[in-house]
């Protein structure tokens, strides 16, 4: 997994954080509402991936992104939401 790294890409208001592996991409996608917010909609890891910390390497590039430009991330997709809770050192980039 160490060979693996995290790409960005925004297009107006949507965006997303991904990973190109052989067999596809996994994906964090986010909308922007304003520049102080930001939603995290849906995490998909690439078939043959799962269970391998990838959709947790995507979240830390968003934390990351959200600390170093300010926002907060309302975490509705159920994957983020449940690592918002299981990682209290991020409080302070989400709004619940």
């Given at each position: ?20 592996h052989g067999s596809g991409e996994s994906e ?53 939401n449940a690592q918002r809770r299981k990682h ?9």
């Open positions: 997994m160490s060979d693996l790294s995290v790409m960005h890409e925004e297009n107006g208001s949507k965006g997303r954080y991904y990973i190109v964090l996608t986010y909308s922007v509402v304003s520049e102080k917010q930001v939603i995290a909609d849906h995490t998909e890891v690439a078939s043959g991936h799962e269970g391998e910390g990838v959709g947790l390497m995507l979240l830390r590039e968003f934390v990351a992104d959200a600390r170093s430009k300010g926002f907060q991330i309302l975490p509705l997709c159920p994957f983020v209290p050192e991020w409080s302070d980039v989400f709004s619940v």
